[in-house]
């Protein structure tokens, strides 16, 4: 496994992430079999794997609780640990039962703490921005957590540019914890964030965390161009079908291609097209088994020319939209 540094900060994190929206039973296409979450969890320290990344909606705290069991059952140092946790989406109806405010942040980072069984979360997140808090209220909330000690490093993830950068601005300015790190959608497919979010990263020392490295499995070549998708996740999640292009075939195409050239599967090539990017830190992989673990960590071993890199985003220019960033 290789390490590097979180944006600008001192927290060492595994090149890649082991993201945990998997584990837990709150949809048909999750693992839904705790032993078999673990197992995953385990060999992703045995194979170096240091970075977990989760969130308190997810399962509706189900993963969480799946994390910090199977953390718990490791010998792993907690120092060694970089573990990545979200808040803002909906945990209970009534009020207050979702977004960014004070009271929501507060009760929500100890009900995650509980559920993770752990004493601080080393990098907290804001899922979404929240249009109905404002954001020097967020951030006043989330330095409070980091001089509490029950957070180290906060973070942010999918908005647009404009907010993010108001964000940023606002903690400079009221001298708050300042965002370490953006996790957004990027992939070889979903490539908007370069016209969006990816600059600010650059121009702001910003860690870059992409989810869905590999396009929600698009990416890993087991969906045919003329093939008739009734069936899994594809057939009914209206966020795939927007992948089925034929400009993301033709990106398909190239990568099968040169990943046959190397010898190296398709899943493989997109996530080193990924680790080749300066800007990324680790990208967020999600795999229901541990072979396609072991998969996902044989792209570290993957090397790319300019040439390659190149080839491989030629078919698209990417665009942002400004719906995808309020999703």
């Not at 945990?20 to 296409?29: A, D, K």
């Not at 927007?242 to 993301?248: A, W």
């Not at 075939?249 to 040169?258: K, T």
């Amino acid at each position: 496994m290789e390490y590097t540094h979180l944006g600008e900060t001192g927290l060492e994190v595994s090149r890649l992430c082991l993201g945990c929206m998997n584990f837990g039973s709150g949809e048909p296409w999750m693992i839904n079999d705790r032993e078999q979450s673990r197992a995953v969890i385990q060999r992703a320290l045995d194979l170096g794997i240091t970075f977990f990344d989760t969130a308190n909606v997810y399962s509706q705290g189900e993963s969480e609780e799946i994390l910090g069991e199977a953390l718990a059952e490791s010998d792993r140092v907690r120092s060694e640990l970089a573990v990545a946790t979200k808040v803002y989406g909906p945990m209970h109806d009534g009020p207050n039962g979702q977004g960014l405010s004070r009271k929501h942040i507060f009760e929500q980072a100890d009900a995650s703490l509980e559920r993770l069984g752990l004493d601080y979360i080393d990098l907290y997140q804001i899922h979404r921005w929240d249009d109905e808090t404002p954001i020097a209220e967020t951030l006043s909330a989330l330095d409070t957590l980091v001089e509490e000690g029950k957070v180290r490093y906060v973070g942010a993830s999918t908005m647009p540019a404009w907010k993010f950068a108001k964000a940023l601005y606002e903690a400079d300015l009221n001298n708050r914890e300042r965002f370490v790190s953006m996790q957004c959608e990027y992939n070889l497919v979903d490539r908007h964030e370069e016209a969006n979010v990816l600059p600010l990263c650059a121009d702001q020392g910003i860690g870059v965390l992409p989810w869905s490295p590999l396009a929600g499995g698009f990416l890993t070549g087991k969906y045919e161009r003329d093939a008739d998708l009734e069936e899994g996740r594809a057939a009914s999640d209206e966020f795939m079908e927007k992948r089925f292009t034929e400009e993301n075939w033709d990106v398909l195409e190239g990568v099968r291609d040169l990943a046959d050239a190397k010898d190296v599967t398709p899943a493989q090539l997109s996530l080193a097209w990924l680790l080749h990017k300066d800007l990324v830190d680790a990208p967020i992989v999600g795999p229901r088994t541990i072979d396609h673990l072991e998969e996902n960590v044989g792209a570290l071993e993957v090397d790319l020319t300019d040439e390659e890199l190149e080839r491989l985003e030629a078919p698209k220019t990417p665009v942002w939209n400004a719906e995808i960033g309020d999703v």
